[in-house]
């Protein structure tokens, strides 16, 4: 299994500001997963954080808006840059070990 | 296009009733389905997998490929099943998952 912790748990932020959340494994893993989940909705991908190189974007999300760092692996930064209301989500942290797929508590964003 | 379809959005039973939460999905390769569950106040969490053929809490789910579904059922629901359920897909030794947009399910006594 896994550990995951995430920091901030909440914030509450205003437009144009930028956010960093951090994302902390208890296990060396190869590739970190963030996901977002706007109100009301599912859980969609933002990107793949892989140790050494750049991050995988999903369709829809851009470097310059969610930029990623990956330094070892057991951690992996979000940013949330230039933020408006319509960023106000969850933001999920997400590893996979052994064919399971564990999550992190998320953290809990509002754009003022 | 990977898609994950949950067409229910609620779905509210009374205790010891049977509980079916459907899942549909579209693609085109050999996908794994998971089935995961968020409690109040918890993380989300893998309920069960198709691969594994288990029951987890009295849950079970079977992948129809003919169908393209994954429903989940329960013969007799208890009030500790009150949740979020999301069905979720991935590509065969990928690593992403696609979900689908949840039902919450509600057990009333």
């Known amino acids: 299994s896994a550990v995951i912790s995430q920091k901030p748990s909440r914030d509450i932020c205003q437009r144009g500001t930028s956010l960093t959340i951090q994302c902390q494994v208890d296990s060396q893993v190869t590739m970190m997963f963030w996901y977002r989940q706007q109100p009301g909705q599912s859980l969609t991908l933002i990107a793949t954080?892989?140790?050494?190189?750049?991050?995988?974007?999903e369709s829809g999300f851009v470097i310059d808006k969610f930029p990623i760092s990956r330094p070892n692996l057991t951690f992996s930064t979000l940013t949330v840059s230039n933020m408006s209301p319509e960023d106000s989500s969850i933001y999920l942290c997400?590893?996979?070990?052994?064919?399971?797929?564990?999550f992190g508590p998320g953290t809990r964003l509002t754009v003022l | 296009a990977q898609r994950v379809t949950q067409p229910e959005k609620l779905l509210s039973v009374f205790k010891g009733a049977p509980v079916e939460l459907k899942c549909n999905y579209s693609?085109?390769?050999?996908?794994?389905l998971f089935w995961y569950v968020q409690y109040s106040r918890q993380r989300l969490q893998l309920l069960l997998r198709?691969?594994s053929r288990e029951s987890i809490k009295g849950f079970t789910a079977d992948l129809n490929k003919g169908e393209t579904s994954f429903h989940l059922k329960k013969p007799f629901a208890q009030e500790e099943d009150s949740a979020m359920y999301y069905c979720?897909?991935?590509?065969?030794?990928?690593?992403?998952?696609?979900f689908g947009t949840g039902t919450r399910l509600l057990v009333s006594p």
């Open positions: 198709h691969i």
């Open positions: 979720a897909l991935s590509h065969t030794g990928f690593q992403k998952l696609v």
């Open positions: 997400s590893v996979r070990i052994y064919n399971e797929q564990f």
């Open positions: 693609y085109s390769g050999s996908p794994e």
């Open positions: 954080a892989n140790q050494g190189s750049e991050a995988t974007y």
